[in-house]
């Protein structure tokens, strides 16, 4: 499975971002798929999963109303809606993919995921 991370630039307080995460080499319709991000000097955090067809996103509490997740009818597109940006959303941002559908442990783990894309910078200047 190969993740690819698009969409990421340099925004001013209050603007907006539409990140995208493609992924290829494999059916992931009924797959969640996954945005963490990672701050510089700080570890990678939970931001938002969406399951399979029906499944409703989860959020981060800081970014709930914030961020709005999304993916296409096939299942293998991802993205995440950014708005009212602020400089603390500065990060990298990576989409992820667990190997199963169903996964043992919580969605908010960076373990539960097995694959990973290499990161689409999103910087907020103020």
Not at 41 to 46: A, L, T, V
Request: with cysteine.
């Amino acid at each position: 499975v190969l993740l690819v991370e698009s969409g990421g630039g340099l925004v001013q307080v209050g603007g907006s971002l539409r990140l995208s995460c493609a992924a290829t080499g494999r059916t992931l319709r009924d797959h969640a798929m996954a945005w963490f991000r990672q701050a510089p000097g700080k570890e990678r955090e939970f931001v938002a999963v969406i399951g399979g067809p029906g499944g409703s996103p989860l959020y981060e509490d800081s970014v709930t109303g914030q961020f709005s997740a999304s993916r296409d009818n096939a299942g293998n597109t991802v993205y995440l809606q950014m708005n009212k940006l602020k400089p603390e959303d500065t990060a990298i941002y990576y989409c992820a993919v667990p190997a199963g559908v169903v996964t043992v442990s919580p969605p908010m783990y960076v373990g539960t995921y097995d694959y990973w894309g290499q990161g689409t910078q999103v910087t907020v200047s103020s």
